[in-house]
């Protein structure tokens, strides 16, 4: 079984420009979740998406949002890209996310690089 | 508030030689705990997880980890580390409203000296 995609892999983007980042769960998961990794604040959750709708969300600004469409598939938008925004950007999906014995795997990431 | 604190920043072992990195947590319940590893430019990996149960928990690559409820720790160790081991290893605990929101901890960075 395929595991979880995430595409591109590397964006470089400039200060106050928009970015779309994608990530295709494992077939037959239907929470996905993403989380952001950089050297100062390490791995925070953002949010996470269950059935097209978002179930949980972080501690981050209105400019970081997401979707998921009907196929499980997500994407998350970060609007008015800031420096601060560069970082590793993770997905990860799991069965259906409700109970903690629901393993979460995670795919690769997106390194982000704002200049 | 959960949180979990991974008090080694960097450590450095001999290749051969065993291994433990330390994992403190708190949590207001019955915690569920993970440990990652993750490769340069990789995502992360699962070594194991505790939910419950027999608090050893066997896990891949041959680590395993040991919940000790009276001191709150979830300790990894290894056996004979190897130089595919370096990597950066994060401990974590499960989200208290779902299985989604992991709290991390800041992780240890494991190298090995040949």
């Known amino acids: 079984k395929a595991g979880v995609t995430q595409t591109p892999r590397y964006l470089i983007k400039t200060r106050g420009q928009q970015v779309t980042l994608s990530c295709s769960p494992i077939s037959g998961h239907r929470s996905v979740s993403w989380y952001q990794q950089t050297p100062g604040q390490g791995l925070q959750f953002l949010f996470e998406?269950?059935?097209?709708?978002?179930?949980n969300k972080g501690n981050f600004p209105g400019r970081f949002s997401g979707r998921q469409f009907s196929n499980s598939r997500s994407e998350m938008n970060v609007s008015t890209l800031e420096l601060g925004d560069s970082a590793l950007y993770l997905c990860a999906s799991s069965l259906e996310g409700r109970e903690r014995t629901d393993t979460q795997y995670f795919g690769p990431g997106t390194r982000l690089t704002v200049l | 508030a959960q949180s979990v604190t991974q008090p080694d920043i960097h450590i450095t072992v001999s290749e051969g030689a065993s291994l433990e990195l330390r994992c403190n947590y708190s949590y207001g319940a019955t915690p569920y705990l993970f440990w990652y590893v993750q490769s340069p430019g990789q995502g992360l990996q699962l070594l194991l997880k505790?939910?419950?149960?027999?608090?050893l928990v066997q896990g891949i690559k041959g680590f395993e980890a040991e919940f000790k409820r009276s001191q709150s720790s979830f300790n990894l160790r290894k056996p004979s580390v190897h130089w595919s081991d370096a990597a950066e290893y994060f401990c974590?605990?499960?989200?208290?409203?779902?299985?989604?929101?992991?709290?991390f901890g800041s992780g240890t960075r494991l190298s090995i000296r040949p």
């Open positions: 974590a605990v499960g989200g208290y409203s779902s299985a989604s929101k992991i709290i």
């Open positions: 505790y939910f419950s149960g027999d608090t």
């Open positions: 998406y269950f059935s097209e709708t978002q179930r």
